[in-house]
């Protein structure tokens, strides 16, 4: 079965062919970071009209790539949600126009089950079961995975997510936007010792986490430093520094005890924050101490891209799940 997955549920368009015997056969990204960079954030009105504007010519850069007609697609999956309520009807009117056209099959997909499996278009993926940690730009979730569709929610922020406060903690830096990167580039200079960030519903039992103290207690310690003179571009390296250390410090506490609390000894790590270069050499190290294993997906798959949405697709098509032709679905808030 040769599924084309498509992703705009944000600020990327994503587009890729996966095959059900082959694997992933074609995959094309176009980031509108830029576009939105200006702003400091993402715009939603220009996001869709961007994705209006790439999505057509990125359907056909993954057919020509594979040496693919559109005829012999077998099925279409599209993010159905969560994500901007504009951006996702750009996905979900193109995937049922182009299904209704073709006469073959169309899924609404979970941006965040796109993510939760990405791990999988990868060599040596994880078997199942298997616990996952989700950290993006909207959410942080511990989750069991049992299996395709089998998820137990075990924890989540109770405020803003690990990648919001990336990106929050890079606006005070005066750091462009998306943050993350930028802020873990800028800690590389810092000097670890300077200051300590607190390590938010550390110091209680449980698995749920809370990002916006930190934030807080980013921008006090940057007026403090401003204040007394002393905010030169080493204070705001330290500052970096000691805020990436306790949101990475955070995630492997609570990494440490839902892998205790379930007796797994998978862990997969997966969303933007994903990427970060400290977040998985910290996960490794836990994971080698209790000889378990952590997974994530290459670079390019931590972030939003339409490989997972067609894998995701491609795994619940070929078990006969498919939308009503015409009832499209964009659901901007999904649990
Ligand atoms: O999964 P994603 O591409 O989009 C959402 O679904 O949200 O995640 C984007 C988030 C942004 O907040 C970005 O700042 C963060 O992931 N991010 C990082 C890194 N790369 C991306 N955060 C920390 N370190 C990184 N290297
Ligand atoms: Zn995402």
Same mark, same amino acid.
């Given at each position: 079965?040769? &599924?084309?997955?498509?992703e705009t549920s944000c600020d990327e368009t994503g587009? $890729?062919?996966?095959? #059900?015997?082959?694997? +992933?056969?074609?995959?094309?990204l176009y980031s509108q970071v830029a576009m939105h960079a200006e702003y400091g954030g993402v715009v939603p009105e220009l996001a869709s009209r961007d994705h209006t504007r790439r999505l057509? =010519?990125?359907?056909?850069?993954?057919?020509?790539?594979? !040496?693919?007609?559109?005829?012999?697609?077998?099925?279409?999956?599209?993010?159905? !949600?969560p994500g901007l309520v504009g951006a996702l009807m750009v996905g979900?009117?193109?995937?049922?126009? /182009?299904?209704?056209? +073709?006469?073959?099959?169309?899924?609404?997909?979970?941006?965040?089950?796109?993510?939760?499996?990405?791990?999988?278009?990868?060599?040596?993926?994880?078997?199942?079961?298997?616990?996952?940690?989700?950290?993006s730009g909207g959410?942080?979730?511990?989750?069991?995975?049992?299996?395709?569709?089998?998820?137990?929610?075990?924890?989540?922020? &109770?405020?803003d997510a690990a990648g919001e406060a990336f990106d929050k903690a890079a606006k005070m830096l005066g750091l462009s936007y998306p943050g993350g990167p930028q802020v873990a580039k800028l800690?590389?200079?810092?000097?670890?010792?300077?200051?300590?960030?607190?390590?938010?519903?550390?110091?209680?039992?449980?698995?749920?986490?809370?990002?916006?103290?930190?934030k #807080?207690?980013t921008l006090? *310690?940057l007026?403090?430093?401003?204040?007394?003179? $002393? +905010?030169?571009?080493? $204070?705001?390296?330290?500052?970096?520094?000691?805020?990436?250390? $306790?949101?990475?410090?955070?995630? &492997?506490?609570?990494?440490?005890?839902?892998?205790?609390? #379930?007796?797994?000894?998978?862990?997969?790590?997966?969303?933007g924050v994903?990427?970060?270069?400290? +977040?998985?050499?910290?996960?490794?190290?836990? *994971?080698?101490?209790?000889?378990?294993? #952590?997974?994530?997906?290459?670079?390019?798959?931590?972030t939003d891209?339409?490989?997972?949405?067609?894998?995701?697709?491609?795994?619940?098509?070929?078990?006969?799940?498919?939308?009503?032709?015409?009832? /499209?679905?964009?659901?901007p808030?999904? =649990?």
């Open positions: 079965m040769l &599924v084309l997955g498509i587009v $890729a062919l996966y095959d #059900t015997e082959r694997g +992933l056969v074609a995959d094309a057509l =010519p990125l359907i056909q850069q993954v057919l020509d790539q594979a !040496g693919a007609s559109r005829t012999e697609l077998d099925a279409i999956a599209y993010t159905a !949600g979900a009117s193109t995937a049922h126009g /182009m299904a209704r056209a +073709l006469a073959i099959p169309v899924l609404g997909v979970h941006h965040m089950e796109g993510h939760l499996l990405a791990p999988m278009l990868e060599t040596s993926p994880p078997a199942f079961p298997f616990v996952a940690l989700l950290v959410h942080t979730q511990l989750v069991e995975v049992q299996g395709l569709g089998d998820y137990r929610l075990l924890g989540e922020s &109770v405020d800690a590389e200079l810092g000097d670890p010792g300077r200051f300590r960030f607190p390590r938010p519903m550390t110091d209680r039992p449980g698995l749920d986490f809370s990002f916006s103290g930190l #807080t207690h006090t *310690t007026k403090r430093l401003e204040q007394d003179g $002393a +905010l030169d571009d080493q $204070a705001r390296a330290d500052v970096a520094r000691a805020f990436e250390e $306790a949101v990475v410090d955070t995630l &492997v506490i609570k990494c440490r005890r839902a892998l205790d609390a #379930t007796g797994l000894k998978r862990l997969v790590m997966a969303g994903s990427a970060n270069a400290r +977040l998985r050499e910290r996960l490794e190290r836990e *994971t080698d101490k209790r000889s378990a294993r #952590t997974y994530y997906p290459r670079g390019r798959f931590c891209n339409g490989a997972m949405i067609a894998y995701v697709g491609a795994q619940r098509l070929s078990a006969g799940e498919r939308d009503e032709i015409g009832i /499209m679905k964009a659901v808030r999904w =649990p």
